[in-house]
């Protein structure tokens, strides 16, 4: 017998593209609903090469006999759902920020601490990271586990993609806009994305930083180690698809180039392509709709004792969201419900 499941916010960008993982994955569903606002009910989603769903409202969907509740609407949204689909027996698998720091939740990269899933019954609920933090962390990994990460600076270069549908198109309206010489709209982002860089992602905080920068910074400590120190600078690329991240390790032990590059190509989930070639690397373009998260430009920092450079590249929307949240999802399935029972 398979599962009953729920996709919560399934016309958004990573809603669709939870459904279509279900179906390439062939995730052991008998049956799949899709839930968004009102003002989406009626209306048809695919699902798989095939199928189509209809839109069911949220607002008044009875979660009864639902096991799993893939959810991505908002965190406004999720935090007045999420708690009365648990309540309903389902689990919610969350991809908004409203339950990541909550310390009965647990927040989860299966190939980074996906033994934390067993903690899920405190709330039934189980917290998606956020986009730049999954690549992150994966990558960091194998490399903490070798040698312990002291520091970590990261700049990243995030997609459009990121801010939802409406950011894509605004990026290509401002980038036809400045071939025909229209008039420069702004609307979804604080300034020009086309032809330009952001330095900003999401609002200001008290000490300068952006939220997008406290989310990577107080996430992989969570995740991975709360003792590492870790600087962010999150900017907004006029790429539609595709994260980027340059990062700078430091270690408490000795670690050469080769042997970090040995730890990333035998780790789980993580593709090296590393050629000191034109070429030898993986950029945001090459990285859409593939589920690796990919590193590249691996090489020794010379300033800094046991000191790395690396550069990682992810689909935001397949492993930084809608495929992280699938694989907790079949985890949590292959270890912890029991449909039989």
């Known amino acids: 017998m398979g599962y009953r499941v729920a996709v919560v916010g399934a016309t958004g960008n990573v809603g669709r593209e939870v459904l279509t993982t279900l179906s390439e994955r062939n995730f052991p569903a008998d049956d799949v609903v899709a839930l968004a606002s009102d003002r989406s009910a009626g209306q048809a989603v695919s699902f798989g090469e095939d199928d189509e769903l209809k839109i069911q409202n949220l607002a008044t ?54 033994h934390a899933i067993a903690d899920y019954g405190r709330r039934n609920i189980i917290a998606n990271p956020n986009c730049s933090t999954i690549q992150m962390v994966v990558a960091l990994k194998p490399l903490h ?41 702004k609307h979804e982002f604080t300034k020009q994305i086309a032809f330009n860089v ?7 905080m008290d000490d300068g930083s952006t939220k997008e920068e406290w989310k990577m910074m107080v996430e992989t ?24 991240e340059a990062i700078n390790i430091s270690f408490e032990n000795p670690i050469s180039a080769e042997e970090a590059r040995a730890a990333l190509t035998n ?41 790395l450079n690396i550069w990682v590249v992810s689909d935001n929307l ?22 039989a029972a």
């Open 61 to 114: 969907f009875d979660f009864k006999g639902i096991d799993i509740v893939l959810s991505s609407p908002g965190a406004k949204v999720s935090a007045e759902f999420a708690p009365r689909a648990a309540k309903a027996g389902a689990v919610v698998i969350d991809n908004t920020s409203q339950f990541r720091m909550d310390p009965d939740v647990p927040l989860i990269v299966p190939e980074v601490n996906g």
């Open 145 to 185: 586990d070798l040698a312990v990460i002291d520091r970590v600076v990261v700049n990243t270069y995030q997609s459009v993609s990121g801010a939802g549908r409406a950011a894509m198109d605004e990026l290509f309206a401002q980038t036809r806009g400045i071939f025909v010489n229209d008039a420069m709209e």
């Open 318 to 339: 397949r492993k930084g969201a809608a495929l992280n949240a699938v694989q907790i999802a079949e985890a949590l399935v292959a270890g912890y419900l029991d449909k």
């Open 221 to 244: 400590k969570k995740i991975l180690d709360p003792r590492i120190k870790i600087a962010v600078t999150c900017v907004r690329v006029p790429v539609f698809i595709g994260h980027a």
């Open 198 to 204: 952001i330095p900003q992602i999401d609002v200001f």
């Open 267 to 307: 780790a789980p989930g993580i593709i090296v392509i590393d050629h000191h070639t034109d070429e030898g690397f993986v950029t945001p373009a090459e990285c859409a709709g593939e589920d690796a998260v990919y590193v590249s430009r691996i090489r020794e920092d010379f300033t800094v004792e046991n000191g």
